[in-house]
């Protein structure tokens, strides 16, 4: 097999530099997106800054936003209930004074997104392009399972990271997703899971379109509002955020939210991380692993995922490469036979090398899982995520 070059630094803002956001010192959410004031943009604490701003004390400010995410956000998951009043009369009948309904009124309850298409796969996975109010598309896939079903989220639309077996990778980043965007992923799929029957939605993972850390802010927000018990009420056990190992952003991604971390890694060593994901360009393996081993909360673990390629990363002497550099973490590791993507040259494994690599991995004491992939057929699998309908060609006139 070609062992894909060492990509040099590009000096494109929109590729696997920094992110552009920073970069270029502006934000990518856009006020299109945004549309400025939407309620489910914020969380319980923010929507309290807000209140506070609109001339309520900390404690009524906080009091009230918690009444109003419960009534929000709070309904009983897939509970036939219409969508909760929002006028002077609902606010009041909350309790909330009227120095407060100005403020909360001119936020939009609505939904931010709306479906454009469904593709339900052979396993009962279904890939869901949905569309921004400016028109952006972005993919989420709802995971059907025998005790719970899950959503992967997306939080960007496409992404800068690069990584050259993911087709996210190849759109660059448009832009951020806002968090009122992805929490009505969540809203939107849980009302789809309740409407399919099955297990209910009770986890996510941020593993779709986007790199959570580079919009870490806004993740951060939704995750709050997902994990509130007055209003989403997600165990925070069975909320996790992937990252390619932006190293910097780890410390607080700990700090600030309940939650658990991904960190995708996919080589055992350098020259071959670097090959396949450029953001080892700027946060090496041992900068990633430094920066885990200071920042890991007392009793907490990570979750390793390595994607396998068939005869790059997948030899015996990798897995021992492997377990070496995790030694020491509290962790998990699971490994991920590769799906088809952008690289030709990166196949999948056979099923003996992967047998044999996750043998050696766990004869180390490794604590490993294999991922099956889940919706390949309709392009629903890990990296396979490129917001679909946007790259269909419209019918000639």
Same mark, same amino acid.
């Given at each position: 097999? #070609?062992?894909?070059?060492? =990509?040099?630094?590009?000096?494109?803002?929109?590729?696997?530099?920094? =992110?552009?956001?920073?970069?270029?010192?502006?934000?990518?959410?856009?006020?299109?997106?945004?549309? $400025?004031? #939407?309620?489910?943009? /914020?969380?319980?604490?923010?929507?309290?800054?807000?209140?506070?701003?609109?001339?309520?004390?900390?404690?009524?400010?906080?009091?009230?936003?918690?009444?109003?995410?419960? /009534?929000?956000? $709070?309904?009983?998951?897939?509970?036939?209930?219409?969508?909760?009043?929002?006028?002077?009369?609902?606010?009041?009948?909350?309790?909330?004074?009227?120095?407060?309904?100005?403020?909360?009124?001119?936020?939009?309850? $609505?939904?931010? &997104?709306?479906?454009?298409?469904?593709?339900?796969?052979?396993?009962?996975?279904?890939?869901?392009?949905?569309?921004?109010?400016?028109?952006?598309?972005?993919?989420?896939?709802?995971?059907?399972?025998?005790?719970?079903?899950?959503?992967?989220?997306?939080?960007?639309?496409?992404?800068?990271?690069?990584?050259?077996?993911?087709?996210?990778?190849?759109?660059? !980043?448009?832009?951020?997703?806002?968090?009122?965007?992805?929490?009505?992923?969540?809203?939107?799929? #849980?009302? *789809?899971?309740?409407?399919?029957?099955?297990?209910?939605?009770?986890?996510?993972?941020?593993?779709? +379109?986007?790199?959570?850390?580079?919009?870490?802010?806004?993740?951060?927000?939704?995750? #709050? !509002?997902?994990?509130?018990?007055?209003?989403?009420?997600?165990?925070?056990?069975?909320?996790?955020?992937?990252?390619?190992?932006?190293?910097?952003?780890?410390? =607080?991604?700990?700090?600030?939210?309940?939650?658990?971390?991904?960190?995708? &890694?996919?080589?055992?060593?350098?020259?071959?991380?670097?090959?396949? +994901?450029?953001?080892?360009?700027?946060?090496?393996?041992?900068? *990633?692993?430094?920066?885990?081993?200071?920042?890991?909360?007392?009793?907490?673990?990570?979750?390793?995922?390595?994607?396998?390629?068939?005869?790059?990363?997948?030899?015996?002497?990798?897995?021992?490469?492997?377990?070496?550099?995790?030694?020491?973490?509290?962790?998990?590791?699971?490994?991920?036979?590769?799906?088809?993507?952008?690289?030709?040259? *990166?196949?999948?494994?056979?099923?003996?090398?992967?047998?044999?690599?996750?043998?050696?991995?766990?004869?180390?004491?490794?604590?490993?899982?294999?991922?099956?992939?889940?919706?390949?057929?309709?392009? $629903?699998?890990?990296?396979?995520?490129?917001?679909?309908?946007?790259?269909?060609?419209?019918?000639?006139?």
């Amino acid at each position: 097999m #070609r062992v894909p070059e060492i =990509p040099e630094e590009t000096a494109s803002p929109l590729r696997a530099g920094d =992110p552009p956001a920073e970069a270029a010192g502006r934000s990518l959410i856009r006020r299109s997106a945004r549309g $400025g004031a #939407r309620l489910a943009d /914020h969380d319980a604490a923010s929507l309290a800054e807000l209140l506070c701003r609109a001339g309520g004390t900390a404690s009524a400010a906080r009091a009230v936003a918690g009444k109003v995410v419960r /009534h929000a956000f $709070g309904a009983e998951p897939g509970a036939p209930t219409p969508a909760p009043a929002w006028d002077a009369s609902a606010l009041a009948a909350l309790g909330v004074g009227a120095w407060a309904h100005e403020a909360l009124l001119a936020l939009d309850p $609505g939904p931010s &997104l709306e479906i454009a298409e469904r593709a339900p796969a052979q396993d009962d996975t279904l890939r869901l392009v949905l569309r921004a109010r400016d028109g952006a598309l972005i993919e989420s896939v709802l995971i059907p399972g025998p005790a719970r079903t899950t959503l992967c989220v997306s939080s960007q639309v496409g992404c800068a990271r690069a990584c050259s077996f993911c087709e996210t990778g190849r759109l660059g !980043l448009a832009r951020q997703l806002a968090a009122g965007e992805i929490v009505d992923q969540v809203r939107i799929a #849980r009302a *789809l899971a309740a409407e399919r029957g099955g297990a209910p939605l009770r986890n996510l993972v941020f593993m779709g +379109m986007g790199e959570p850390f580079d919009n870490l802010g806004e993740v951060l927000k939704a995750v #709050r !509002l997902l994990t509130d018990p007055r209003a989403f009420r997600f165990a925070p056990s069975h909320v996790t955020v992937s990252t390619v190992g932006v190293a910097d952003k780890i410390e =607080p991604f700990f700090r600030e939210a309940r939650a658990e971390l991904a960190v995708s &890694l996919n080589a055992p060593d350098d020259a071959r991380r670097q090959a396949i +994901m450029p953001v080892n360009a700027r946060f090496s393996m041992a900068a *990633l692993k430094e920066a885990l081993a200071r920042s890991l909360p007392q009793g907490r673990r990570v979750l390793f995922e390595y994607v396998l390629f068939d005869r790059y990363n997948d030899a015996p002497e990798d897995a021992d490469l492997l377990a070496a550099y995790v030694a020491g973490i509290r962790c998990r590791v699971n490994v991920i036979p590769c799906n088809p993507g952008p690289d030709p040259a *990166l196949r999948p494994p056979t099923a003996e090398r992967l047998d044999a690599f996750v043998a050696r991995l766990s004869g180390h004491g490794v604590t490993t899982l294999v991922r099956r992939p889940r919706g390949r057929d309709v392009g $629903g699998a890990c990296g396979q995520l490129a917001g679909m309908a946007r790259i269909k060609q419209p019918a000639p006139a």
